[in-house]
């Protein structure tokens, strides 16, 4: 959707219904000149904006449209002003005007200035801001297809003649509240403590970076809400999405992320976690939940929910800690949030340490401001039970100054607030302001209704001297249903008048980059629809910081919604946007603009010695839409595959880690780091080592890239229907070495880890192994299961004798059904197979009689509830050329799930991914089957390995690194890919 109420960006004036999507491509349009002075204008026809159930609807008329602009926006303006007729109102369309007289119309370069008569009484008593902002929303999308970009909608004063103001200057809000100085005096400068060169996603704290000192405040748009008799979510369901949920999903899987990890204070309009479990622990609970050491006190003022706080008194060295220990219901990466009284007399550096799966945590924080809310801390990973704590100690180097315990929530948790009717059963990042600035604190006034209570709470957190911006994110609508009818590309809206300093530089510096990265990596011909100015609530609220409200993509448009479905597309219009912001503050303050950089990939991990793994990586691409090069790197060591140490940083492509124990199972992840902040991770790599250091037999590949709208969870939600969702970590989390490697580790196979790119690259050799694993998950056609490298290069492994266990969904479709006489000779000559089906309807395989995997049960795959992802269509095959089938679907159209050969090779092939397979002892049982079968018995012989400038480390207890992000590939291809 767009701002607050619809508004949706509407294309415009077209001689028929069918030309209009062709049209948008082609910029606004303008009547054609009439054949002579005083012929009547040709009828054309043109499209109105107007409201069906307050969502956007689409009326075509035909009129004799005049060839001057003003007299062109005069006729559409009072045909808009005319309502619907009869039989359109018949079909449920409505305006949000009232009965109202345009008393003048101006025209002035890319500015309309309307002046409309409107009913005192409407006015007076029935004028709200949901109204205000439709009504300047159709006045936008009727007037907009004559080029303008700027648009005035003033109404007469009925009570001051000759007066005329803003349709918003009527509306009776509340006076806004603020925090106000808290009672131990006034508040110190705004001031936030890191470390630099913290990891850089979920899991520790926060880097430092370009926007280290700034503060951010992001909007996501609409939500559920309460509507006096049921729950419901703003915008409805156009093209498989709600613009309610995917607005938070981009804000909180990227952008939210790329601004974390460039050093920013970032607060949020709505809960940032999607976990919907939750637990708080308040000091008011006692123990064990709650528990002391040291002298605390109970202050006489009121904390959380009204009840008492617990503080001390800062010491140079530690003398009382504070701890809150919960018992989370499931492990999973929690948000820790933490309550306090902020006051002038407070350490400015509250020392808390995050206890997680990952090891400790510190984090600093300044208790003199942003309190009474719920404060972000980070997100961490925590196992299930009690095992997870925080500690607040008193060290600090303001001694005497004043430590305060109150609570500590994990977790996003889900809905809490109820209106009478119930709460709205839904995770609470999908709830709307509304119900989040209640929850977080905030007073009544703050949240009058929802367009308003964005702005309003964002300004109601921010402290005096923050150096801040507002980001609005929203997409776009016009028809309210799913037609090429709707717009195409990207706008942005700061207010008309009310504009705070910078709103300006501000709105050029982020439309700017978006639409220059989206063409630079998706559509070169993507539509730029301006940089505009309206009164819409969002941006008219905003009083102390600049703030721009974003309309991405249409939603109602089949072009533009399928790129909003896609996690690449999302990825690349947030990076624009959080580089936006960077170049903003940068040009502001006269000072280079510096870009964290990519994640490196092509990851490589080997046994090189007793107690060492050695990695090297790929530099990342930079330059562009991309982000500055990298400077130096980090290296992360875990033993559970989500959870990770404090890392190392090294200057080279190449590091060592020593120490480690042998017949171990580690797992790795390296990031990149520059003065702008730290790169997501790319994929995780794995190793198990070897007793002695030497060389494993087998290779661990990591082929499967892939993550794109075919991985979309489809739910169906009430009223909604069936609806596309982006839960990243059950589409591809990057991650499915977690799953092969404990395999593995269970049948006491060691093994090294390279991803297919460093195959690709010759940086490993397969030959150098007896045996290699190499998982394809989903990978398909856009990206290839095997490409005519890949092979060779195992064809080469195969012809030598080489041992073959490959798995994945899509290898058949796409190599044989899909592919070119290359891939179908390698599919048949190599692999033994022929493709039979494309989905065999069934998540459920049984061993065959004869085949390695006699004797074990049946056993599952995933359709995204047990771990991975939606095994939604896996390959039906056949064996071929002394290939002997092993495993067979169970119900659905049957057909062969897997096969055996042994002869000049050996070979594996599973048509379905194998770390998709649960329970995990069946996963085990089946690995343990498969290294029987592949790997030989024979003793590894001890190499050197690389010659790395080492980097001495002892592992500690671990951490995830939760944001999954494809840089494996390179730059996304443009969306002209309509097949798997």
């Known amino acids: 959707m767009s701002a607050c109420t619809p508004n949706r960006a509407w294309i415009g004036v077209v001689l028929t219904v069918l030309a209009v999507a062709s049209l948008f491509l082609l910029g606004p349009l303008l009547p054609p000149s009439a054949v002579g002075s005083s012929a009547q204008p040709p009828l054309q026809t043109v499209r109105l904006a107007f409201l069906r159930q307050g969502q956007p609807a689409t009326v075509f008329r035909t009129l004799p449209l005049p060839e001057a602009r003003e007299d062109a926006a005069r006729m559409l303006l009072e045909a808009l002003l005319a309502g619907p007729t009869p039989e359109e109102a018949a079909n449920g369309i409505a305006s949000a005007f009232p009965p109202s007289r345009l008393l003048s119309l101006k025209v002035h370069d890319a500015a309309i200035t ?16 949901a109204g205000s902002d439709a009504m300047v929303w159709q006045f936008v999308r009727t007037m907009e297809p004559l080029g303008f970009l700027h648009f005035h909608l003033l109404v007469a004063d009925p009570w001051e003649p000759g007066a005329v103001r803003p349709v918003s200057a009527f509306l009776r809000l509340p006076p806004r509240s603020a925090k106000g100085p808290p009672a131990e005096g006034d508040p110190a400068p705004p001031q936030r403590d890191t470390v ?33 008799t049921a729950w419901r979510t703003q915008r409805g369901s156009t093209c498989n999405l709600v613009e309610d949920l995917t607005n938070a999903e981009a804000v909180d899987d990227f952008l939210l992320r790329y601004l974390w990890n460039a050093g920013a204070d970032v607060w949020t309009v709505r809960e940032r976690d999607r976990n919907p479990s ?104 925590f196992r299930a039970g009690t095992s997870g704590r925080v500690v607040l100690s008193n060290l600090s180097s303001q001694p005497g100054q004043v430590v305060i315990a109150d609570a500590v929530r994990f977790g996003g948790g889900m809905g809490s607030i109820d209106y009478g009717g119930g709460t709205s ?19 009544p006034d703050v949240y009058p209704n929802d ?38 590309g990207t706008e942005s809206y700061i207010h008309t008048s009310l504009t705070p300093p910078g709103s300006s530089a501000l709105q050029n510096a982020v439309h700017e980059e978006l639409i220059q990265d989206i063409r ?30 974003l309309e991405i993509a249409f939603h109602d448009d089949p072009y533009d919604a399928a790129a909003l479905k896609e996690p690449d597309f ?37 046994n090189s010695g007793p107690g060492r793994v050695t990695l090297s990586w790929q530099a990342p691409p930079s330059g ?11 290296v992360y060591v875990g033993t559970s595959g989500r959870a990770f140490d404090n890392g190392r940083i090294v200057s080279t492509t190449q590091a060592t880690v020593e120490g480690l124990s042998p017949n171990t199972l580690y797992f790795f992840r390296v990031t990149a780091l520059n003065a702008g902040g730290e790169s997501f991770p790319c994929g995780t790599a794995a190793v198990r080592t070897t007793q002695d250091g030497g060389r494993p037999l087998l290779l661990l590949v990591d082929g499967f890239d892939r993550i794109d709208s075919w991985a979309l969870i489809y739910e169906n939600l009430p009223g909604l229907g069936s609806v596309g969702r982006e839960y990243l970590e059950r589409m591809n989390a990057y991650d499915y070495a977690i799953q092969h490697g404990q395999a593995l580790a269970s049948c006491a196979v060691p093994f090294d880890f390279a991803s297919n790119e460093a195959v690709i690259a010759g940086t490993v050799n397969l030959r150098n192994y007896a045996t290699v694993d190499w998982l394809l998950g989903e990978e398909s056609t856009v990206h290839e299961t095997f490409d005519h490298t890949e092979q060779a290069i195992v064809t080469e492994f195969l012809a030598g004798g080489g041992r073959l266990l490959v798995s994945g969904a899509e290898i058949g479709w796409d190599l044989d059904y899909r592919g070119d006489a290359l891939d179908r000779t390698f599919y048949r000559n190599w692999l033994r197979a022929e493709y039979q089906s494309d989905d065999a309807g069934t998540y459920q395989v049984a061993p065959l009689s004869g085949g390695i995997f006699s004797g074990l049960g049946p056993f599952s795959f995933d359709d995204s509830t047990h771990g991975t992802y939606d095994v939604d269509y896996p390959d039906g095959i056949a064996p071929l050329y002394g290939a002997t089938p092993n495993l067979i679907y169970q119900g659905g159209s049957g057909g062969y799930a897997g096969l055996q050969y042994s002869g000049l090779y050996r070979l594996l092939y599973l048509a379905f991914p194998f770390e998709a397979i649960y329970p995990e002892s069946a996963r085990q049982a089946v690995m343990c089957r498969a290294a029987d079968f592949l790997v030989p018995t024979a003793t590894p012989t001890p190499t050197p390995g690389p010659s790395p400038t080492p980097v001495p480390v002892t592992p500690q207890m671990y951490m995830p690194l939760v944001l999954r992000s494809r840089y494996e590939s390179g730059p996304t291809p443009a969306p002209t890919r309509a097949v798997r």
């Open 451 to 488: 367009p308003t209570c964005r702005p309003r709470y964002a300004e109601w957190e921010k402290e005096p001297g923050e150096d801040a911006v507002y980001i609005s994110w929203h997409s776009n609508g016009l028809t309210g249903g799913c037609n090429p009818a709707s717009g195409n």
């Open 196 to 228: 630099a060169g913290q990891p850089p996603t979920y899991g520790q704290g926060q880097p430092q970076g370009a926007l280290t000192g700034k503060t951010v405040f992001l909007s996501a748009g609409h939500g559920w809400y309460w509507d006096g």
């Open 425 to 443: 059963n839904r995770p609470r990042y999908e709830e709307a302001c509304l119900t989040w600035a209640r929850f977080q604190g905030a007073p």
């Open 570 to 606: 999302r990825l690349i219009a947030a990076r624009a946007v959080y580089q936006g912001i960077v170049k903003y503050f940068a040009a502001r303050d006269g000072i280079p603009a510096r870009l964290l950089p990519e994640p490196p990939c092509g990851v490589v991990a080997r």
């Open 278 to 381: 939750e637990g708080i622990v308040d000091n008011d609970g006692g123990a064990p939940g709650y528990q002391e050491s040291g002298t605390w006190y109970t202050s006489v003022l009121t904390g959380y929910l009204g009840l008492t706080y617990r503080y001390t008194f800062a010491s140079s060295t530690e003398s009382a800690t504070a701890s809150w220990i919960p018992n989370l219901p499931q492990e999973g990466d929690y948000a820790v949030y933490v309550w306090y009284r902020n006051g002038s007399n407070r350490v400015t550096d509250a020392l808390y340490r995050i206890y997680h799966a990952g090891g400790v945590t510190e984090v600093r924080l300044n208790q003199e401001l942003h309190g009474l809310t719920w404060h972000y801390l980070g997100t961490y990973r």
């Open 520 to 549: 630079a990596l998706w559509d070169p011909a993507w539509v730029d629809r301006g940089k505009k100015t309206a009164d819409f609530a969002e941006v008219r609220e905003l009083e102390t910081m600049p703030g721009v409200l």
């Open 624 to 634: 562009g839409a991309y982000g500055d090069p990298a400077e130096t790197y980090k």
């Open 114 to 129: 309307a002046t409309l008569a409107m009913p005192a009484t409407f006015l007076e008593g029935e004028l709200d801001t």
